[in-house]
């Protein structure tokens, strides 16, 4: 460049020429990685790229020298450098608070203050409905054993079933018998479904074949196997009564010609309704809670295989409670407290989404400037890459859980007051639950400003596409195995039985998770299928083990042996890069004070430049 383009006005404050001094360029885009631009570099970097480094610095000579001040120049170079400055250089250079960094800071503490809050509610709602459905096991379901309620792998116990007539009707019996005298022998607190709370009939539904009939000793059925389904209600006798004492569902069903032919049933369903008060402990934030339960006991015959599967299913409905409670002032306070706490959040989190927002489309309107400035003056059109820079993916990130984090607190609220059913607690936490999660992956962007803390991020950032194309071939063999599994060894072995419990198996073998089970299980009955299934998981557990895991593990160290380069030998920096790299105007310069005393444009302008960089145009000069 000719040396009018490195004196001017600026030159009391340090020239924006290139590579006068030495100068610390952060990657846009990235906010971690710290280049080290300077005529001071190791000679051994650069010697092998002089030549080029000689062409890129004459390409920074405008087609007209008239049209491109030097003051024009170095205020662009000095726009985007304090666009991709970290929070404390912006302080440095303008005195501005970095309110994003500070609203960051007590996000974090509040939101985490608030799903602490909110996990232990919702901890305690299905606590009680899980302690209600087991309670409502023991009382209707005959000879329930605890065991049953324990998820052991493998299963403790088989499956709950009966596999005779008479067990059947016995365990109806039970089931009537019990519903009749639930009000007074369970320990809950449970109704009828009734205004006046009297005895309410159970109903018993039964689904069937049309027309069928089977002669096993010579092979023979005929079958219409057009399902049908019929229900009777059931009046229950008064609990304590000979007849209570006596009931007996076959006699019941033969009275009211509803008999069953088991050749032909699909599945039977006894069916009724019990209503429920949650005390709780009575405090402001914690009040009771009204609960209508549909039951459902199911026997299910689909398969015709001589075992009728039993399970019991329950529907709860959120009631409104006709409440005479007196509060302390103690808890009042402390409901209050626990309002203002989500109410907190959301402003903050309101105001840090558009502080986000706000940077985003700044980032945006200067994109568009940075295209028309090289366009104009040096005839250049910036590289995708290069465009890409302006998006500070961080910020969309945190915008993202910002908008979670409100929505979860605004469910969180109605349900504390009751305004919603208990059943959105697994929406509310899967909202408040990611929110969290992303704000403490947001952490992280404060952090890459250190060279020590930054080196995860750098070397994920790095190592992501290949991961996503090495993960992508990994996955077709994987599936490959997984239908192989589940077709050959399903009907053999537990681990298989589905499609989904097969991929759960294969992956829990990948990490070395209780590889003797899965052989051992495996009888030897079946000779084939025990040789196939030796050899498929050998070839499987060599494979992935060996193979496919070394090779990720080498995706992951390849991508932190080339950071490791960048941070000791530099890299070589875009055409975005060399220019803001000649602009040796610190964090401490004046010069960013100085060009905010610039005259700026209205903010309809500034609205306007936004929406028109949506907008397709040729690279023309302005």
Known sequence: MDKGMHQGPSAARGSCGPYNSEVYVRRPGNTTIQEHVSSGVDAATYDSTDDATQGDTSSWEANDDSDLHPNVRDRMRRKLRFFFMNPIEKFQAKKRIPWKLVLQVVK?????????????NSYSYQQQHRDTTVALHHIFLFDWDSVREI????????????????????????????????????????GYDSPTGALVPLVFCKT???????????????????????CLAVEGPEAGSPVWHNFSTESYLREHNF??????????????????????????????????????ISYDNEAHDGQLLISLGVHSRKLDCTTNVLYTDSNKIAYACLQAVNVIVIVICASSLVLCVRSLVRGQILRRKTVKFFAKYYKKKLTLADEMEFVDFWYVMIAINDVLII????????????????????????????????????????LGFFK????????MRRAFPNILRFLLCALLLYCGFCFCGWVVLGPHHIKFRSLSMT???????????????????????????????????????????????SLFLSVIMDSYETIREIHEHGAQPGELQKFISECSDTATSTAYLEDDHSPKRSTANVIADFFRCFRRRGYTAI
């Not at 974090?108 to 232990?120: D, E, K, P």
């Not at 088989?158 to 007074?184: L, M």
């Not at 349900?415 to 509310?428: A, H, K, M, S």
């Open 108 to 120: 974090i503490a509040l939101v985490t203050l608030q799903i602490v809050l909110f996990g232990t």
């Open 151 to 190: 998820a052991n792998y493998p299963p403790a116990a088989g499956p709950y079933a009966v596999y005779t007539k008479t067990e059947f009707y016995r365990h109806v019996d039970h089931v009537v018998r019990r519903y009749s005298n639930v009000t007074t022998a369970a320990i809950g607190s449970f």
């Open 208 to 230: 069937y074949y049309r027309k069928g009939y089977v002669w096993p000793f010579n092979d023979t059925l005929i079958f219409d196997n057009y399902p049908v389904r019929r």
């Open 259 to 296: 008999s069953l032919i088991f050749e032909r049933l699909i599945n039977v369903h006894l069916e009724f309704t019990l209503k429920t008060v949650y005390l709780k402990s009575l405090s402001k934030f914690d009040l009771p809670d009204c609960y209508r339960y549909n039951i459902t």
């Open 407 to 446: 929505l979860g607190s605004c469910l969180k609220i109605q349900l504390e007051q009751r305004v919603l059913d208990g059943q959105q607690y697994n929406l509310c936490s899967a909202l408040l639950g990611t929110g969290n999660l992303l704000v403490w992956a947001g952490v992280l962007r404060y």
């Open 452 to 459: 020590k803390y930054n080196i995860l991020i750098l070397t």
């Open 503 to 549: 991929s759960e198996c294969l992956f829990a073998l990948m990490n070395g998770d209780d590889m003797f089970a899965t052989f051992a299980i495996l009888s030897e009955t079946d000779g084939i299928i025990w040789w196939f299934c030796r050899l498929y998981l050998y070839l499987f557990l060599i494979l992935f083990i060996y193979c496919v895991l």
